[in-house]
Nanobody, 121 residues
Framework: VQLQASGGGLVQVGGSLRLSCAAS????????VAWFRQAPGKEREFVTI????????YYADSVKDRFTISKDNAKNTVYLQMFSLKPEDTAVYYC???????????????WGQGTQVTVSS
């Protein structure tokens, strides 16, 4: 399976962006899909995770109430809607997919190529 992340860009503080993670080769099926991010000089950080089957979601405290993860079954795509963006949200955002616990451990087998989000103040 291949994951294609897209939707990044430059936005002002308080703005919004929607990232997409599209899967090809197979459906997300019984897997979880997550977003991670990595800012320059920092370690990769967990953002949110979504269970494709039962819709379970979990967010990092830093993005809770500002970011929303959702799916489109027909497009086999997961979206990350980001609101009220802050400069500290600036990072390369990666989507990842595998079993729930494997993804949370940062050891997902499948990763997208990353998309840059830059929030200017």
């Amino acid at each position: 399976v291949q994951l294609q992340a897209s939707g990044g860009g430059l936005v002002q503080v308080g703005g919004s962006l929607r990232l997409s993670c599209a899967a090809s080769g197979r459906t997300f099926g019984n897997y979880a899909v997550a977003w991670f991010r990595q800012a320059p000089g920092k370690e990769r950080e967990f953002v949110t995770i979504f269970n494709w089957n039962d819709g379970s979601k979990y967010y990092a405290d830093s993005v809770k109430d500002r970011f929303t993860i959702s799916k489109d079954n027909a497009k086999n795509t997961v979206y990350l809607q980001m609101f009220s963006l802050k400069p500290e949200d600036t990072a390369v955002y990666y989507c990842a997919s595998d079993k729930w616990r494997t993804v949370l451990a940062g050891r997902a087998k499948y990763w997208g190529q990353g998309t840059q989000v830059t929030v200017s103040s």
